[in-house]
Nanobody, 116 residues
Framework: QVHLAESGGGLVQPGGSLRLSCAAS??????????MGWYRQAPGKQRELVAD???????NYADSVKGRFTIYRDNAKKTVYLQMNSLKPENTAVYYC????????WGQGTQVTVYS
């Protein structure tokens, strides 16, 4: 079993920043070998990919967050981060950490609310 624990969500005004963290634990001996991703789900909408990072450090972003969000990982800490800058109200959602290790794993989610 793999456990993903997100943290770092909260309330922020438009233009503000937040950094989300996702710490992996459990049966994940070689964290560096696995791709990690951040998804989000806004009320009434489907869950969507925000960004992901491969084991080699290659990154991929949704068009709507390019240039504002950065995903990176610290393999020694078994943690992946999502730095979110210039936040907009439409970024309001529950953000989930994800990985696939023989099966899919999701964290419990962390709420991000961008309010005017």
């Amino acid at each position: 079993q793999v456990h993903l624990a997100e943290s770092g969500g909260g309330l922020v005004q438009p233009g503000g920043s937040l950094r989300l963290s996702c710490a992996a634990s459990g049966s994940i001996l070689f964290f560096s070998a696995y791709a990690m991703g951040w998804y989000r789900q806004a009320p009434g909408k489907q869950r969507e990919l925000v960004a992901d990072i491969t084991s080699g450090g290659n990154t991929n972003y949704a068009d709507s967050v390019k240039g504002r969000f950065t995903i990176y990982r610290d393999n020694a800490k078994k943690t992946v981060y999502l730095q979110m800058n210039s936040l907009k109200p439409e970024n309001t959602a529950v953000y989930y950490c994800h990985t696939t290790i023989r099966r899919e794993y999701w964290g419990q989610g962390t709420q991000v609310t961008v309010y005017s």
